[in-house]
């Protein structure tokens, strides 16, 4: 049981490229998230689903899509990086908000390091 | 607009001290709760407070929840140098609240302990 999987571990962009961050899992969760983490700072929502085929946005969802078309697969694509983009992404799932007590906390991933040259 | 703040940000201690860091909401929570992380790591949980009055203890760490007051605590008993990390707290209050369906989270307590 691997739990959340991301990669890649690290990358470097520059301006103006773009790439996929992929997030796998492997819990059979219905809910999955992104979020970021600037430095010195707490993470913060940008993308979540709720399960396969549906998404939402969350606080900071502007330069960024997902999609999820499985119940393990949940990628962040950046489309025209930016500076302001840099930080580290973590993926994470859960079980849905009503499940048993004890399984509803959410599982974070290892980390995506973003750093937009 | 929910916002989360933790306090102190930064914390220095010896081991064998006991201390408490403090995470206030501004709105109603469905859940409350406590992460590790450590330096270029993921988080960990620790902790999920559902209720009012909610306390739980694992090892050397508690934490408590008072939804009356939007606060809730993680107390240190005895520390010791492997607690050294730092501790989020993150407010879910997607139904009372009317958020998102994800966490939102405090800045964190960098926490390190002296031998």
């Known amino acids: 049981n691997a739990g959340v999987t991301q990669t890649p571990k690290f990358r470097i962009l520059k301006i103006g490229q773009s790439m996929t961050l992929q997030c796998t899992q492997d819990?059979?969760?219905?809910?999955m998230y992104w979020y970021r983490q600037d430095p010195g700072m707490g993470l913060k929502l940008i993308y979540y689903?709720?399960?396969?085929?549906?998404?939402d946005k969350g606080e900071v969802p502007n330069g960024y899509n997902v999609s999820r078309s499985t119940t393990e697969d949940f990628p962040l694509r950046l489309e025209l990086a930016a500076p302001s983009q840099t930080s580290v992404y973590f993926c994470?799932?859960?079980?849905?908000?009503?499940?048993?007590?004890?399984?509803?906390?959410?599982?974070f991933g290892p980390g995506t390091r973003l750093t937009v040259l | 607009e929910l916002k989360v703040e933790q306090n102190p940000l930064f914390l220095s201690m010896q081991e064998g001290k006991n201390y408490t860091i403090y995470c206030n909401y501004s709105?109603?929570?469905?859940?409350l709760y406590w992460y590790r992380q450590d330096p270029g790591k993921s988080l960990e949980s620790l902790f999920v407070?559902?209720?009012?009055?909610a306390v739980k203890q694992e090892g050397r760490l508690m934490a408590s929840l008072d939804t009356k007051a939007r606060l809730s605590t993680l107390h240190i008993t005895a520390a010791v140098h492997d607690l050294s990390a730092t501790y989020f707290c993150?407010?879910?209050?997607?139904?009372?609240?009317?958020?998102?369906?994800?966490?939102?989270f405090g800045k964190g307590t960098h926490l390190i302990i002296q031998p």
């Open positions: 819990m059979n969760h219905n809910y």
């Open positions: 407070l559902l209720s009012n009055g």
């Open positions: 994470a799932s859960s079980y849905s908000f009503w499940a048993e007590h004890g399984t509803d906390t959410q599982y």
């Open positions: 709105t109603t929570s469905d859940r």
């Open positions: 689903s709720v399960g396969a085929g549906i998404t």
């Open positions: 993150a407010v879910d209050c997607r139904y009372s609240g009317g958020g998102a369906d994800g966490l939102t």
